[in-house]
């Protein structure tokens, strides 16, 4: 009799595998269809929501047909590999993490905070600011799949979706256009038809440009309070006292007098508004 048991405790494993990954919008690397032309998905496009419904299949007590227990496991396994990248690229990680670094670059500070206390600062206000995306996947997408109305391949398109909302919105149009006319695409009629092949370098390197402008408004008060500093110093005579060890307390006193952690949370936070 334990072994019912057993298999019925892997396709519990296997379903909450996989509802884990039913936010990630798998069939992103896609070429999305124009709008206008008649849907043509390629064969990797096909294949996968097929899979997926027969790895899906387990959470409903059914048995599935085509895909052994151990490829299935194999396939959510080899999707897990790939979450850290959607996370640091489709969300609002990216931006966060390259400004908290700059801002520790230009205090002075090599070590601290350290690269753990930093990424957990990021992954959290990330969270922060992915909720409301996070909260419409869960009603729009993982609601009605747990409910049974809709399959896999459905839920996966509908949570995409809402991540391809978030993302247009902070991606700059001249970097859509750049990879639009590299990729050679057609022009689209509303942001919906932009495809994700397009819309994640798009969006990366839109995160990447915001983030260093927002580090250089943040560097300029600590690079003047460092050329004040070393003219102190210099008109003194000091020419052998370093003066990155004389400015990093006034530095310092300067970021705790304004509530720098407080007005630069809250600044990452707004910029995605």
Excluded: C
Aim: charged share 10%; hydrophobic share 55%.
């Amino acid at each position: 009799m334990r072994l019912p048991a057993m298999r019925q405790r892997k396709r519990q494993i296997l379903a909450a595998l996989s509802l884990f990954l039913l936010t990630a919008p798998v069939a992103a690397f896609a070429q999305a269809v124009p709008a206008g032309a008649p849907a043509a998905p390629t064969p990797a496009a096909a294949a996968i929501p097929g899979a997926l419904d027969r790895a899906f299949s387990a959470m409903n007590g059914q048995t599935p047909t085509g895909m052994s227990m151990s490829l299935q496991l194999l396939l959510i396994m080899g999707l897990l590999t790939i979450l850290p990248s959607l996370i640091l690229m489709m969300t609002s990680f990216t931006r966060i993490l390259v400004v908290l670094s700059i801002v520790r670059q230009a205090i002075g500070l090599q070590q601290s905070p350290p690269n753990q206390v930093l990424i957990g600062l990021a992954l959290f206000l990330s969270l922060f600011v992915m909720a409301p995306t996070l909260e419409k996947v869960n009603a729009n997408a993982i609601a009605p799949y747990s409910a049974g109305t809709i399959n896999a391949a459905q839920a996966i398109q509908l949570g995409g979706n809402e991540f391809h909302g978030f993302m247009i919105r902070q991606t700059r149009e001249n970097d859509l256009a750049m990879f639009a006319e590299m990729a050679k695409a057609p022009k689209f009629a509303r942001p919906q038809d932009v495809p994700f092949s397009i819309l994640l370098p798009a969006f990366v390197t839109s995160e990447l440009k915001t983030a260093f402008q927002i580090g250089f408004m943040l560097f300029l008060p600590f690079l003047v309070i460092d050329l004040v500093v070393s003219s102190v110093l210099m008109s003194l005579g000091m020419m052998m006292m370093s003066p990155a060890i004389v400015s990093m307390p006034f530095k310092l006193l300067l970021f705790v007098l304004v509530d720098g952690w407080a007005l630069l949370m809250g600044s990452l936070a707004s910029s995605f508004g």
